[in-house]
């Protein structure tokens, strides 16, 4: 059975502001959440369900008439505020395949360099001595 060692740190960014910019417009930033999954070990054609990269978003909007809705005690008749949660969670879904490659294949898996000096570096071997 073949076994396959991997690693697979997934991550969320999202604009959380935008901040002016004297002569080049608005520049935005950037919240990125990260996972660090480790080195992991799949079977060929076993689903890997990875989670755990959640966003939690509050909001609150206050809507409120000028002056009315800043008077105590009262104001609060004024006033309108709501509230919104938003909650979001990456679940990312993996099944990988082990590629049969010992005759060669398509889409470039079985390419053979043509010197041997390329054919050296690519399959670690010793380098071919380069005379004067």
């Not at 099944?95 to 079985?110: L, V, W």
Request: glycine share 10%.
């Amino acid at each position: 059975m073949d076994l396959l060692h991997l690693r697979c740190p997934p991550s969320i960014s999202a604009v959380t502001d935008r901040l002016p910019v004297t002569g080049c417009g608005d520049i935005e930033i950037l919240s990125i959440r990260r996972l660090d999954t480790g080195s992991l070990r799949v079977r060929d054609g076993q689903t890997l369900i990875l989670t755990g990269v959640i966003s939690d978003f509050d909001r609150s909007v206050v809507t409120k008439w000028p002056i009315l809705g800043d008077i105590p005690l009262i104001g609060q008749f004024f006033r309108a505020t709501n509230n919104s949660r938003e909650k979001r969670e990456l679940v990312i879904m993996v099944t990988p395949r082990i590629i049969n490659d010992t005759e060669g294949g398509t889409y470039g898996y079985g390419y053979q360099p043509s010197t041997p000096a390329s054919r050296a570096f690519l399959g670690g071997g010793p380098q071919p001595s380069m005379a004067p």
